[in-house]
């Protein structure tokens, strides 16, 4: 089964920029270009909430209000691996972030219940 990791947190402030990177691996003959990603999140004290959402050749991609014309999902194929370009932090963007994979075939989602994998997670924290 896929495993993913996710790295490039950190603490900055706010009006900054960050870029996480999230390694796909060990997919067992499946392909990761098969697959459609997500980024989630979850900030102390709310529920997991869709950040972003892009489909498996990277041509459609979806994201939250909050977040839009701030942050860019991408995905490079060739090398496994799903990026989040985060700019202008706010505080309010302070989370632990996870990539998470779609079944093979299936189109993006804003669902967290529609990704079958996800990362360990890494922390953002954005002071103002």
């Known amino acids: 089964q896929i495993q993913l990791v996710e790295f490039g947190g950190g603490l900055v402030q706010a009006g900054s920029s960050l870029r996480l990177s999230c390694a796909a691996s060990?997919?067992?003959?499946?392909?990761?270009?098969?697959?459609?990603m997500g980024w989630f999140r979850r900030a102390p004290g709310k529920e997991r909430e869709i950040v972003a959402a892009?489909?498996?050749?990277?041509?459609?991609?979806e994201y939250q209000n909050s977040v839009k014309g701030r942050f860019t999902i991408s995905r490079d194929n060739a090398k496994n691996m799903l990026f989040l370009q985060m700019d202008d932090l706010k505080p309010e963007d302070t989370a632990v972030y996870y990539c998470?994979?779609?079944?093979?075939?299936?189109?993006?989602?804003?669902?967290?219940?529609?990704?079958?994998?996800w990362g360990q997670g890494t922390q953002v924290t954005v002071s103002s």
């Open positions: 998470a994979a779609r079944p093979e075939n299936y189109v993006l989602s804003t669902e967290a219940g529609a990704y079958d994998y």
């Open positions: 892009i489909n498996r050749v990277g041509s459609n991609t």
């Open positions: 060990g997919d067992d003959g499946h392909t990761f270009s098969n697959r459609a």
